[in-house]
């Protein structure tokens, strides 16, 4: 599955996807009062936690996850970020799932759920108030790893980039070979999320890269760009 077939998920025409049953990928960023992790982090975080799932046993042939990822693949693809700490945290961490940890930021993975079939211990979560900063300015992303570069003409809410970096971490994962996917899962899935510069995303957006094109569920307009996964390997 590619970027670039008629069905795509990541577009706002409609699609036989519509008529399928529709499924989420839950993710659930913890942020403790006082310590909140950085932005680029939690971007980052959520991107390899999208990975993880995609490439562990559970999720494929005939593991326990497998039937779900199935479904929502099949599907249009959707994730829906929210926040937790202390105890939701700690309840969150109880079901099955896969936590992720970047350099401060932890993000819990669970497997696909119905669209209104949430858990009630994630559904009680709030999706608001994922309204992280960066400190300092993220270095200059490495070019040796693929970059999740954003549209800096599109404002989303960390929690919304968050999905979004997922968005295109997923398509730079269907674009790869067999052996690419083993090689980046064995290096541990080394990635960055930067904000393009407008020159750059014009480039970017011009030369057939994974490109994530929103639903328009939440926050933005519907066909809104917001993601291009770049890698030597895609290109």
Do not use: Y
């Amino acid at each position: 599955m590619t970027s670039e077939l008629n069905d795509s998920p990541f577009r706002s025409e409609p699609s036989a996807r519509d008529t399928a049953p529709q499924f989420v990928l839950p993710l659930v960023v913890r942020i403790e009062r006082g310590a909140p992790p950085a932005r680029t982090d939690a971007l980052e975080t959520a991107a390899r936690a999208v990975l993880v799932m995609l490439s562990d046993e559970r999720s494929l042939g005939e593991g326990e996850w497998a039937q779900a990822m199935r479904d929502w693949q099949d599907a249009r693809i959707r994730k829906v970020v929210r926040r937790a700490r202390g105890a939701e945290w700690r309840r969150a961490e109880a079901l099955p799932g896969i936590t992720v940890t970047g350099k401060a930021a932890e993000v819990r993975v669970f497997p696909p759920v119905p669209l209104d079939g949430w858990p009630k211990e994630l559904a009680k979560l709030q999706v608001s108030g994922t309204d992280l900063d960066d400190p300092e300015p993220p270095l200059e992303a490495d070019r040796s790893a693929p970059v999740l570069w954003l549209n800096p003409d599109v404002e989303m809410s960390a929690g919304k980039a968050m999905a979004q970096a997922g968005h295109g971490a997923q398509l730079a994962w269907w674009e790869l070979s067999d052996e690419e996917r083993a090689t980046w899962r064995d290096a541990g899935f080394p990635l960055a999320v930067r904000t393009a510069d407008p020159a750059r995303w014009r480039e970017l957006t011009s030369i057939g890269l994974p490109l994530v094109r929103d639903a328009g569920f939440t926050e933005i307009a519907p066909g809104s760009c917001t993601v291009v996964a770049d890698h030597s390997a895609l290109r």
